[in-house]
């Protein structure tokens, strides 16, 4: 069987800078890796890289066996980032009505409420984006990477901004996605709120995973200790 | 989507949707070109001796001096809007071929400087008592011609300018030489059909309208892609 | 404490040994003086122009230089679309700015010629009018180079540019073509064969040859610059 998500052996530069390097994992359905590291360790690369935003300067990624960036890979990748890619002048409605159509979903009324709902914020759906608070527009900026139910969900600290009413909205999200045979990979500074979600861990610096294992029988607070002698 | 020209025009079409809801919400940018246009019209009247040179022969020249420009004011706009809060990215990840985020691109941007256009030419025609009669409708088919030319580049470009420090300035700076070829022969055949000369006459320039739209809306679309980071 | 590099990682640019002199550039200047002197003392002025034809032994060559500066440019950044070689990206620009200089080495002969043979110093033919739009397409080409600071994206963006602009040109023609001619006939391309005289096409081809060798040496030390720009640039952010 192939691993949902593949990576292999990847690189991606800039300039002479290796913002990734070297990165091989894989996720099966149902997997979380929880992905920490200081700022500039090259987890937003890697989560561009995996979007199929960036191309890799060698190795290769596969969503499904299918190799990035084609189309039929990307329709089954999210992505949380920390910018909400949201037209303000729109209302989340048509935002995410926008993006139903740009996936060609069959029925995109019904995936739309359904994003909306799941966020709590069906309620404030039909005003424009600007004329919400920072933290709605989050959520529905999440709605919106989750409006085509993607198999792999990319999170870039997606609880950043959010009310703590959105934080819990967002964690039942990714649980009920990682039980419907999703694999997730979330980037926070948060170890606790990461390390609950996932089945792997990894912490990245210099673009290298410097330690990954499976989450399952991490003690949190020794895992603390040992992330800030790493990253010192 | 079995067929890929298909998937490309209905996805072009969703996002020139898109980009024209942003606009009629917002109307900024659309009733700034017109007061622009309404404008320059104005301007350019008092800056020629209306003695020495007859409204006649002025027309052509205001009128496309005016398309030019205006059109450039539409162009900034269709990639702003996708600089803020990123939302370029969610178009790149969406699963439709790059082409069509061109595409749907253009589509805006021409039905904003057509849009612009049909205020502009009865404007034109109404400072300048234009006999616009039997040529209103060639003059029309002028400014399809040149619209498309123009709006192929100018996308292309105000793509590409968007992600540059100097995006305003940038713009028609690269731009207006690809404009010449566009201007030349609008402002001539106008002229000629304002004349009355038979339409006949203006074949040749708008053989090169033709051309040129055909061309660079072809090299555009292709060359678009190539202009994205990867 | 970086890890020895793995996969395809660019090296940093090495920047250019610069020692002894430029033979280029010396062959270069030699020969066009030589042109020069050819040109001004050694071929007979022409029979209805006067001196005032013998700026064709500087014009022509120049423009001729202007042309293959861009077409070169465009081809260089065309390849590095798909090659993604950083010398071609520098190839393109020092092309380009070397194609500049020259241009306006044509925009100005070209009106000392035209003031006495014409009796205006600009007119709206349809030569000279496509030769200053390709100014404009060089210098907006340089700017936009000097808009973006990331490597890569400026050689995209440019490489695009270049293309579409070298497709321009003949569109540029045409149409100012149509608009208005009033150049005297080609003389060197005209399909019933050169209609010069010997003497006068051994001075012609000479000043060609020297001006592509100016040309060459331009660009190579243009070049040179380029890559220890991007060697600094790239030793500067190692340190970091």
């Known amino acids: 069987m192939t691993a949902l998500v593949h990576a292999t052996a990847l690189v991606r530069t800039f300039g002479t800078r290796r913002a990734v390097d070297d990165l091989s994992f894989s996720l099966d359905a149902g997997d979380c890796l929880a992905l920490f590291g200081p700022n500039g360790a090259g987890k937003t690369t890697a989560l561009r890289l995996l979007a199929g935003l960036l191309k890799p300067s060698s190795g290769t990624a596969t969503i499904d066996g299918i190799a990035l960036p084609a189309t039929t890979a990307r329709v089954r990748v999210g992505l949380i980032s920390h910018r909400v890619m949201l037209y303000d002048a729109l209302t989340a409605r048509e935002n995410l009505r926008f993006t139903a159509a740009l996936y060609g979903l069959a029925a995109p009324e019904d995936a739309v409420q359904r994003a909306l709902e799941a966020l709590r914020v069906a309620d404030r759906a039909d005003v424009p984006v600007r004329a919400l608070s920072r933290g709605l527009q989050q959520r529905v900026a999440i709605a919106r990477a989750i409006v085509h139910t993607p198999d792999v969900l990319l999170c870039d600290e997606p609880y950043t901004g959010l009310d703590e009413q959105g934080g819990v909205a967002l964690t039942a999200l990714l649980r009920e996605r990682r039980e419907a045979g999703a694999a997730l990979i979330v980037v926070t500074h948060n170890l606790q709120e990461g390390l609950a979600l996932a089945t792997q861990a990894a912490i990245m610096r210099n673009g290298r995973f410097v330690r990954h294992e499976p989450s399952a029988g991490v003690d949190p607070q020794r895992y603390a200790a040992e992330y800030r002698d790493l990253v010192a | 989507m079995t067929d890929p020209t298909r998937g490309i025009l209905v996805s072009a079409w969703v996002i020139a949707r898109k980009d024209l809801a942003i606009e009629f919400r917002t109307r900024s940018a659309f009733l700034s070109a017109i007061v622009f246009t309404l404008l320059s019209i104005v301007v350019f009247f008092f800056a020629w001796d209306p003695t020495a040179v007859g409204p006649l022969d002025l027309a052509p020249g205001v009128l496309w001096v005016t398309f030019t420009f205006s059109g450039m004011l539409g162009l900034h706009r269709a990639f702003a809007v996708e600089a803020r809060d990123g939302a370029m990215d969610a178009l790149l990840l969406a699963p439709v071929p790059r082409e069509s985020i061109f595409l749907g691109k253009l589509l805006a941007n021409l039905a904003f400087v057509l849009g612009v256009q049909t205020v502009a030419l009865p404007a034109v025609s109404l400072f300048y008592n234009l006999p616009l009669g039997a040529a209103a409708l060639p003059i029309a088919g002028v400014l399809v011609l040149a619209s498309i030319g123009l709006v192929s580049v100018g996308t292309l470009f105000a793509g590409m300018t968007a992600n540059t420090r100097m995006t305003e300035l940038l713009l028609p700076v690269l731009a207006l030489p690809f404009f010449i070829p566009v201007v030349i022969p609008a402002a001539q055949s106008t002229a000629d059909l304002l004349a009355g000369r038979p339409l006949a006459d203006v074949f040749v320039w708008l053989r090169i309208l033709l051309a040129f739209d055909l061309v660079f809306l072809f090299a555009c679309t292709v060359a678009f892609p190539f202009t994205l980071e990867d | ?240």
Not at chain 3, 17 to 36: N, Q, Y
Not at chain 3, 77 to 100: I, Q
Not at chain 3, 200 to 206: D, S
């Open chain 3, 1 to 240: 404490m970086t890890p020895a590099p793995t996969g395809s990682a660019p090296a940093p640019t090495a920047p250019t040994a610069r020692t002894g002199i430029d033979w280029v550039a010396v062959v270069a200047a030699l020969v066009t003086v030589a042109a020069f002197v050819r040109a001004i003392w050694f071929t007979p002025p022409d029979l209805l122009q006067g001196y005032a034809q013998k700026i064709m032994y500087v014009h022509v060559p120049t423009i001729w230089v202007a042309f293959l500066a861009l077409g070169l440019s465009a081809l260089s950044g065309a390849f590095w679309l798909f090659l993604k070689d950083p010398r071609l990206d520098r190839f393109a620009e020092s092309s380009a700015e070397v194609g500049v200089v020259f241009t306006t080495g044509v925009l100005v002969t070209g009106p000392i010629w035209a003031k006495p043979i014409w009796g205006a110093w600009w007119v709206w033919d349809a030569r000279l009018t496509l030769t200053l739009v390709l100014w404009f397409l060089f210098l907006g080409y340089l700017v936009l180079r000097g808009a973006i600071d990331d490597r890569e994206l400026r050689a995209r963006y440019s490489a695009v540019v270049g293309l579409l602009g070298a497709l321009l040109i003949p569109f540029v023609h045409l149409s100012v073509y149509i608009f208005r001619t009033q150049h005297p006939m080609p003389v060197v391309a005209n399909p019933e064969g050169i209609q010069m005289p010997a003497v006068m096409q051994v001075t012609f081809f000479f000043s060609l040859f020297a001006f592509t060798l100016m040309y060459v040496a331009f660009v190579r030390a243009r070049m040179a610059l380029a890559t220890d720009r991007d060697a600094l640039e790239d030793a500067s952010t190692a340190e970091r």
